[in-house]
C-alpha cells in the first residue's frame, strides 16, 4: 500500500506564490512517476504536472507551463509543485497520485491513478 500527503496549500493573492509538498510512503518501489491533479466543485479533476522519478523528465499541462515547476527528492520521497503568477483561475483542491502500471508521462490521466492523497486546498484571491 502506498500513502500520499499533501501539503503547503493556503491563500495567497493573485501574483503570488504557494510551493506544494507530497511525501510518499509505503510500496512506493515500483511507481516510477507522480503527478499532481486538481478539481474544482463539480468539475473534472485535471492534470497538473508529472515527473520521473529517475531522470526527472516533467510534463506540464499547457495552462501551468511558465508558471508552474515540479520537481523532486527522491531521498526524501517528496514531490514539489511550485506554483508561480497563481491567478484566481488556479484556485483548486490540488492532489498528488502514482499512477497504475503501465501508465507513462504522456498517457497521465485521473483514470490512469492508482493512489491518491487527500488534496490540499489553494485559494488565490483576486
Known amino acids: 500500500q502506498v500513502q500520499l500527503v499533501e501539503s503547503g496549500g493556503g491563500l495567497v493573492q493573485a501574483g503570488g506564490s504557494l510551493r506544494l509538498s507530497c511525501t510518499a510512503s509505503?510500496?512506493?518501489?515500483?511507481?516510477?512517476?507522480m503527478g499532481w491533479f486538481r478539481q474544482t466543485p463539480g468539475k473534472e479533476r485535471e492534470f497538473v504536472a508529472a515527473?520521473?522519478?529517475?531522470?526527472?523528465?516533467?510534463v506540464y499541462a499547457d495552462p501551468m507551463k511558465g508558471r508552474f515547476t515540479i520537481s523532486r527528492d527522491s531521498a526524501k520521497n517528496t514531490v514539489y509543485l511550485q506554483m508561480n503568477s497563481l491567478k484566481p483561475e488556479d484556485t483548486a483542491v490540488y492532489y498528488c497520485a502514482i499512477p497504475r502500471p503501465g501508465i507513462t508521462i504522456a498517457t497521465m490521466t485521473s483514470a490512469g491513478m492508482d493512489y491518491w492523497g487527500k488534496g490540499t486546498l489553494v485559494t488565490v484571491s483576486s
Open positions: 509505503g510500496r512506493t518501489f515500483g511507481s516510477y512517476l
Open positions: 515527473i520521473t522519478w529517475s531522470g526527472g523528465r516533467t
